[in-house]
């Protein structure tokens, strides 16, 4: 069975301040695929970024950056200089093979991340 | 806009009342799900569809009955609910489904359902 833990339920930050969002993922597959996922009020999810568990290369994207370490099962998201359009649910989510041997995506509880102004 | 279409955005119901969700993807993709989001959950897989088979069916009680009449549309016919069942419910569609790689999903922006 996989399990993603999001232990930040609520963070709130002022703009321009750094945040990282963790992520603790459990799995006994080999082959498995890490998600982030944003839900900004409007209610839909959005999808971020996707990692194989084979590629550990840390990644950036803008402000945005992600730091994956198979060593403490680790997929951690951080903004940098964060603004309050960034104020978001970010879930993180676990693609992995289920008992039934069919890939579930599991996600986590999610934290909701408001920037103050 | 993330091509995936859901209606209506908002459905209060009595626990007698029968009613439709409908979720609509122009996306081309062979897989639908439908999720519910419970306040401070984990997002809960309710069903899959691949190419208009379910595949998924993760114990929802039988007063949820998903339907998949083509691989554009997908409805969640509701019957009986509890108000237990008040929710956020999500749909989303991949281009396939169990591939891994091609299980980016995207979702529509949720009917806010709530059962009286």
């Known amino acids: 069975a996989q399990k993603v833990t999001q232990a930040q339920t609520e963070i709130s930050v002022v703009e321009k301040e750094d945040v990282t969002l963790d992520c603790v993922y459990e799995t006994r597959d080999t082959t498995y695929y890490l998600f982030w996922y944003k839900q900004p009020p409007s209610g839909e999810l959005v999808f971020l970024i996707r990692r194989n568990s084979f590629d550990e290369q840390n990644e950036i994207s803008g402000r945005y950056s992600w730091n994956f370490q198979k060593s403490t099962s680790s997929f951690n998201f951080t903004i940098t200089a964060s603004q309050v359009v960034d104020s978001a649910v970010y879930f993180c989510?676990?693609?992995?093979?289920?008992?039934?041997?069919?890939?579930?995506?599991?996600f986590g509880s999610g934290t909701q991340l408001t920037v103050l102004p | 806009e993330t091509g995936v279409t859901q209606t209506p955005r908002h459905l209060v119901m009595g626990m007698t009342n029968k009613k439709s969700l409908k979720c609509e993807q122009h996306l081309g993709h062979n897989a639908m799900y439908w999720y519910k989001q419970s306040a401070k959950k984990p997002l809960e897989l309710m069903f899959v569809?691949?190419?208009?088979?379910?595949?998924e069916n993760n114990s929802v009680p039988s007063r949820f009955s998903p339907e998949c009449p083509n691989s554009s549309h997908l409805f969640l016919h509701l019957h009986t609910l509890q108000p237990e069942d008040s929710a956020l419910y999500l749909c989303?569609?991949?281009?396939?489904?169990?591939?891994?790689?091609?299980?980016?999903?995207?979702f529509g922006s949720g009917t806010q359902l709530s059962v009286l």
């Open positions: 989510a676990l693609s992995a093979t289920t008992s039934g041997s069919a890939r579930q995506l599991t």
């Open positions: 569809y691949s190419l208009e088979e379910r595949v």
């Open positions: 989303a569609s991949s281009q396939d489904y169990g591939t891994g790689v091609n299980e980016k999903l995207f």
